[in-house]
């Protein structure tokens, strides 16, 4: 349970780092909504997905890690019965 945790934590990790990187890589000009100034639609939604499946990954290694403290702290048992 404990490596299934840490693999899980390490690829979502590296998912939520890597999103991010492709973001600002990919879309370093899309301004906020506020902004008067025109964009082009597909370029701002596909902004929105790339932001939004990074914060997911970030949300799944974050509760990844979170168990692996609570079992390593606890020192409960690992299996599944």
Do not use: C
């Amino acid at each position: 349970m404990k490596r299934a945790l840490a693999i899980l934590f390490v690829g979502s990790a590296a998912a939520a780092a890597a999103l991010s990187l492709l973001y600002n890589w990919l879309f370093p000009d899309i301004l906020p909504l506020a902004s008067t100034e025109p964009q082009a639609i597909w370029r701002f939604e596909a902004a929105f997905v790339v932001t939004a499946v990074s914060w997911t990954a970030a949300f799944v290694a974050l509760a990844s890690m979170l168990s692996l403290l609570l079992i390593t702290f606890t020192n409960r048992d690992t299996t599944i019965r």
